[in-house]
């Protein structure tokens, strides 16, 4: 049997209340992860350089937590790019092609592709702004414990005097969340081979003094099949019935487990984390479901997602609810706090009532001690009343759900007399590179090295190089690049009222990339135009349409935290009044073209299909009101990305944008037959070349991708852009790329 060593089991008073968190920021207070691994790239910093910054990182965190006084600390939450990937590599799934690297290199190139090899596909971690690297299986995997990475991580915390529970990705998230090249070949047909792994690392750390691992199952949150189901029972069957092994902890989050609870409870495994935010109807789950009495429940009743302070009287009585439901209760988060940022003290022009992962581990702490000490050891939060802007709520009432255009097939010919653009029109998704000048501008200008005016003139003076050089290369629609904006959601929210941006609030979005995500905490109201200035300005260099550039209200949400005290369909409204705003604004300045970008709307998709509806409704109704202020000869479109979109297809046309574009090179085209089956006739660019690696595509192949697409899709409805937009990229592949895009759909054209 598995050690029980502090493990509560009597009903009386708690004396040693268990305390922990699934997980926690890596990338450091200033970013020190994307600096180090960024330096390593650029060979300024060689590999032990690079190790000894992680073994630096991971010290602080565990110290950190252990000093908060938590009493069960999480380890191998560190990663140098992606979870995902760290399991691939440990388990051996590395794909033939990076057969002859081996190391970092063959690490990092899995993750961002290297000289002729593709790196693997990334996609959304759940309904987050995180993203993993998809793990590639097939028939010939065969899986091999080959990487000690948890062991070494638990040995370096060991050292420092600090007993972990190591976390790893569950084995049947990870195979659900695994692609096989062969569509007939499911990847849930290895998981007894990984099962063998799985077991040889369990018990290798049972031998190296682990007492407890966690096995990450977010995928429970989503509908799963009864297969499915079966196939967890098998796992945690198997894994509860080694020997020699930890206590297992299977923690689920993001959602309600469903009809995965009985099915853990039946196994014997110790512990079922839960996610008591997200997923509310756990409570009643746990009370019925037989077994439950004998497991210990991780609770995670402190938000790991949002930014809010937690109510602790009520994370405290459902803490006290499972109580009697559970043999044990472990305080915790809902998820992992990566996905919040690191610590709100550091803040300065942030509205009250704000907690950030730091906090969020003393309000677990503070929770623990009140189920020792009673309730009195904790107080209520002083309520934070959301500023309420009167007139811009008057004016959404009046307006209820905008107003209609003429049906977009007549807009079409409107349009199409009044651009005349060519069949294929080429042109961009929006953003150019970001450059070190443009971003060490932006610097300054926070800096006080220079002033407004300074900083205005050096991004018009970057704005007349793209144009100038979109005009060479040959676009028909051009943009204005977007130099002027730290973030596509920032930017917005730095103008607009009942936001407040952060200073230090970096969290995670993928490998080296963060994002600052701006707080939604009041009624939202556009004081004055956000981008027509910089839009006529590049439109006065240029006889070509200028395309402006928005983002649109569930992006504006999504990649944001959001106000809790109203629905969110409600504050989704608010900013598309203000986009609505400046939609006309841009019109009426003579902007002909006008792009909401929503790659954000399939990431808000509710994890199970019982929501699905009810939230595209809402969606599709922010878009249309932000969207439905122009005349018919205005063209609407919006931008789609990193996503499955085939939940989501049918609501794409009923945005009822005049023209979408979505990144589509890696799929093959495939999306245009399934647009076409769901009835869409609108204008559609599907991306002909993958921005997210240096590779230079050939004129050949995005010819034969554009012959694909004109078999699917009219020539005067099928646009010719790149998947999204080049603000990673550098100047000399866009310029590349970008010649041989134009080269070949000029070829196609004169067919
Ligand atoms: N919010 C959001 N989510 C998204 C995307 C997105 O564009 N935005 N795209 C998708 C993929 N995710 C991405 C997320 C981030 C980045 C990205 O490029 N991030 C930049 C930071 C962007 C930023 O905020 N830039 C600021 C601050 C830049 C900075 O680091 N400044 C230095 C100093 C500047 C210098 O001297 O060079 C500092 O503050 O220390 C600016 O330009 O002003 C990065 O990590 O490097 C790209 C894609 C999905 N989710
Ligand atoms: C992640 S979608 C990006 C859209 C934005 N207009 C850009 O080109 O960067
Ligand atoms: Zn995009």
């Known amino acids: 049997m598995p050690a029980k060593a502090g493990f509560h089991e ?3 008073p708690m004396t040693d209340q268990r305390t922990t968190v699934l997980g926690y920021p890596r990338i450091g207070p200033d970013r020190e992860l994307k600096k180090a691994v960024e330096a390593y790239w650029a060979g300024r910093l060689d590999a032990a350089g690079l190790e000894q910054a992680g073994r630096e990182l991971r010290e602080r965190t565990w110290s950190e937590l252990r000093d908060a006084g938590l009493t069960d600390i999480p380890s191998n939450t560190f990663s140098f790019y992606d979870q995902m990937l760290d399991t691939s590599v440990m388990i051996g799934a590395v794909p033939a092609r990076f057969a002859d690297l081996d190391g970092l290199d063959r690490y990092f190139a899995m993750a961002r592709g290297a000289r002729g090899i593709a ?9 987050t702004n995180y993203h993993y690297l998809v793990p590639e299986v097939g028939p010939q995997t065969r899986f091999r414990l080959t990487w000690d990475k948890p062991l070494a991580e638990y040995g370096q915390a060991r050292e420092l005097g600090i007993e972990t529970r190591p976390v790893l990705v569950g084995p049947l998230t990870y195979l659900l969340l695994a692609k096989s090249a062969d569509p007939a070949f499911a990847p849930l ?4 081979d990984l099962l063998d792994v799985y077991a040889e690392l369990l018990e290798r750390l049972a031998t ?4 407890e691992v966690q096995l990450d199952e977010p995928a429970l949150a989503a509908d799963r099949s009864a297969e499915e189901l079966k196939a967890l029972a098998r796992a945690y069957e198997h894994l509860g019935g080694l020997s020699h092994r930890p206590r297992l902890l299977v923690a689920t989050y993001f959602g309600e487990i469903g009809a995965a609870l009985p099915v853990l409870a039946a196994t014997r495994v110790e512990a079922v984390g839960l996610d008591f935010v997200a997923g509310p109807g756990n409570l009643a789950a746990v009370a019925s479901t037989p077994g439950m009495a004998a497991k210990s429940v991780v609770a995670g009743v402190v938000n790991g997602r949002n930014v809010w302070r937690t109510e ?14 559970a043999g044990e209760v472990v305080i915790s988060t809902s998820c992992s706090l990566m996905h919040v940022p690191l610590d709100v003290e550091r803040e300065t022009a942030v509205p009250e009532g704000l907690a950030f992962a730091r906090q969020k581990v003393a309000e677990v702490v503070a929770i623990g001690r009140a189920m020792r000490e009673g309730p009195g050891a ?5 309520p934070v009343r959301a500023p309420v802007d009167g007139r811009m709520r008057a004016r959404l009432a009046a307006l209820g759900e905008g107003t209609a255009r003429a049906a977009h097939a007549e807009r079409a010919v409107i349009q199409r007399a009044s651009l005349g653009l060519p069949p294929l029109p080429t042109t961009t998704i929006g953003s150019f590179p970001q450059t070190d000048a443009v971003r060490r ?11 407004r005016a300074g900083y205005e003139a050096a991004m018009r003076a970057e704005i007349d190089s793209v144009i100038a050089l979109q ?13 002027e904006r730290n973030d596509m959601v920032q930017y917005f929210a730095e103008q607009l009222d009942g936001y407040a941006a952060t200073e230090h609030g970096w969290v995670q979005s993928y490998g080296t990339r963060c994002v600052r995500p701006p707080i939604l905490f009041g009624d939202v109201a556009r004081p004055e135009p956000m981008t027509v200035g910089w839009a006529v300005y590049a439109q006065s260099r240029t006889g070509r349409p200028v395309k402006g550039m928005l983002t649109g209200p569930v992006t504006m949400l999504a990649w944001s935290f959001v106000r809790e005290d109203q629905p969110l369909s409600e504050t989704a409204r608010q900013v598309a009044l203000a986009l609505r705003d400046e939609i006309r604004d841009l019109e009426a300045a003579g902007i002909r073209i006008i792009q909401v970008d929503e790659p954000a709307l399939r990431e808000l998709l509710p994890l199970r299909a019982a929501g699905h509806a009810a939230y595209l409704a809402w969606a599709v109704a922010a878009f249309r009101l932000a969207t439905s202020g122009v005349s018919d000869s205005t063209q609407i479109h919006t931008h789609m990305c990193y996503s499955e979109f085939g939940e989501i297809i049918g609501a794409i046309g009923d945005l009822d944008a005049d023209v979408t574009s979505v990144e589509a090179a890696r799929s093959g085209m495939e999306l245009l037959e399934d647009l076409r089956a769901a009835g869409y006739t609108r204008g559609i660019g599907p991306g002909v070349y993958d921005i997210h690696s240096p590779r230079v595509p050939e004129t050949d192949e995005i010819e034969r991708a554009l012959r694909l697409a004109v078999r699917a899709v009219e020539p005067e409805r099928l646009w010719v852009n790149p998947d999204c937009g080049l603000k990673t990229r550098g100047y000399a592949e866009t310029e590349a790329s970008l010649r041989n895009m134009v080269a070949a759909a000029r070829r196609v054209r004169a067919l």
């Open 189 to 192: 047909r290895l998981l007894d």
């Open 10 to 12: 009597g009903k009386g």
């Open 378 to 382: 904790v107080v209520p939060a002083v």
């Open 441 to 451: 501008a932006r610097a300054d200008l926070r800096g006080g090295r220079i002033d």
């Open 119 to 127: 790196p693997l596909e990334m996609t959304k971690w759940f309904d």
């Open 471 to 483: 005009e060479d290369i040959g676009l028909d629609v051009l943009v204005h690049g977007e130099p």
């Open 208 to 211: 190296a003094g682990v007492t």
């Open 312 to 325: 602790l009287p009520a994370a405290l009585s459902t803490c006290a609810a499972l109580l009697g439901l």
